[in-house]
């Protein structure tokens, strides 16, 4: 296609079509792509103007910031669960316990598993940022790469995953068979090892360095969760207490 050719029009329908297949984070971070691509093409004269309208135009404003994780016992719910895909089962575990995203699981190899004394570390380069996260592995996790049917060779992968629309079905009928109401993703395992960390009083920045963050606004969302779960908390035994000096019959928390 011409670069003449893009237009407003172009720009609109093409932000469109990215919020239709991709999330509406990924959908902001290809605009803002492919803006300094237009801008660029201004700047040598290909184009008479920008066409792009401002992002807040094309993508609606963020109005809800929830992120679906699991908790400690939802989680323990799974383990104990079997899955019909034993590795996609361990790969999405494997995520709860590094905050891994699903292409970094998919590409993770031997060669990434770094050894100091008696603790094993990830020291990987993420697939998305291209930033290197170095995380250390618990127990847990590490049995599962143990667990793993993988050659010794360094570049050996240690998943073998099929593709990303037969990992929702795994994980569909796994949790439904957990008797797990949400709607789970492969990605609500990174938010759940973000948020669990934060609720067990990890330094916010520290969770940021984990997870590979680029921005610590974005390690925010979580610690803001964990704040309305407080919140909420505290306004369910503001309404008991109130109840009860009221004089009326005790009613449990739920």
Known sequence: MPVRNIDTKFCRSFANYLLRNVSEGSTRTYLQAFHSILHE???RRWLLYDPMPPLSQLVPARTNL???YLE???????????????????????????????????????RHIVTVGQRHFIVKRQVKTRHEVRIPLME?????????PTTNHMDSTFFHLPCRRTIKSYLDKWCVDAGIGKHVTFHVSRHTYATLLIASGTDIFVVSKLCGHTNVKTTQIYADVIDRRRTQAVDQLESMLSVVASGCPRTPLP
């Open 41 to 43: 093409a201004c700047r």
């Open 140 to 148: 847990a996790a590490y049995q599962i790469l143990m667990d793993q």
């Open 66 to 68: 929830n992120r679906t």
């Open 72 to 110: 400690a016992y939802e989680l323990q719910q799974l383990i104990k669960t079997p899955c019909s895909n034993k590795c996609v089962s361990d790969a999405f575990l494997f995520s709860c316990y590094t905050g891994l995203r699903l292409s970094d699981v998919e590409t993770l190899k031997r």
